[in-house]
């Protein structure tokens, strides 16, 4: 695994063989995946919508995602689904206030590194990256490499009351190498929802 710290958000088109970019303007160092070759998909430009649900966490999502409630057994009030009807695609979003709970607080970091090692079996490779954001939050983020069903994850945190984890996944049987060009389009969702995240009961939206 490589830790390394991001820069600069990609500003570029994604293009029929673009390498990700994962970056955001406030940190230093680089963080880039290895290059791969794509098939041809015709995708929307990204546009952006204001999350207006009442959660402890605010951020800008794309518009053609849907705000949908979390469907798991444990049923916490503050987890969510961003669904992409038209990719057939989610970004799992889960949430916990830890109250500067130091020992809660590890264990979820904890948790969220064995959460995205249990895809080692089909994963060839899994490059990590923490970056600090504009806001100045600490997030963490997983690019995984193979056919496996989650092939971006991350977490975000204030690192005293506050903790956010997601993971992208795809509703489909299509092989990840035709999938790469929406994967790399929602990974651009990802670092700019990651980019405008506040915590509401510290900031007002």
């Not at 955001?24 to 919508?49: M, V």
């Not at 929406?182 to 929802?193: A, G, L, Q, T």
């Amino acid at each position: 695994m490589r830790l390394t710290k991001i820069r600069s958000l990609l500003k570029t088109p994604i293009t029929g063989f673009g390498i990700l970019a994962i970056s955001l303007f406030s940190c230093q160092g680089d963080f880039t995946p290895k290059p791969k070759g794509y098939n041809r998909i015709d995708l929307p430009e990204h546009a952006y919508q204001p999350l207006n649900e009442p959660h402890p966490y605010f951020f800008e999502y794309s518009k053609y995602a849907k705000v949908l409630d979390d469907t798991s057994y444990i049923a916490e009030p503050h987890w969510i689904d961003l669904y992409y009807p038209e990719f057939r695609s989610n970004i799992q979003i889960t949430y916990k206030n830890v109250r500067d709970d130091k020992k809660e607080f590890d264990k979820l970091i904890n948790d969220a590194h064995k959460l995205t090692s249990k895809h080692n079996i089909k994963a060839y490779a899994i490059d990590e990256g923490v970056i600090k954001t504009p806001n100045g939050n600490i997030a963490t983020v997983f690019e995984l490499q193979g056919q496996v069903p989650s092939q971006f994850q991350f977490y975000i945190t204030d690192s005293t009351d506050h903790f956010l984890r997601g993971a992208v996944y795809f509703r489909t049987a299509t092989k990840n190498d035709s999938l790469a060009p929406i994967i790399e389009f929602m990974k651009r969702d990802v670092m700019h929802m990651l980019n405008t995240l506040k915590w509401v009961d510290k900031e007002k939206k």
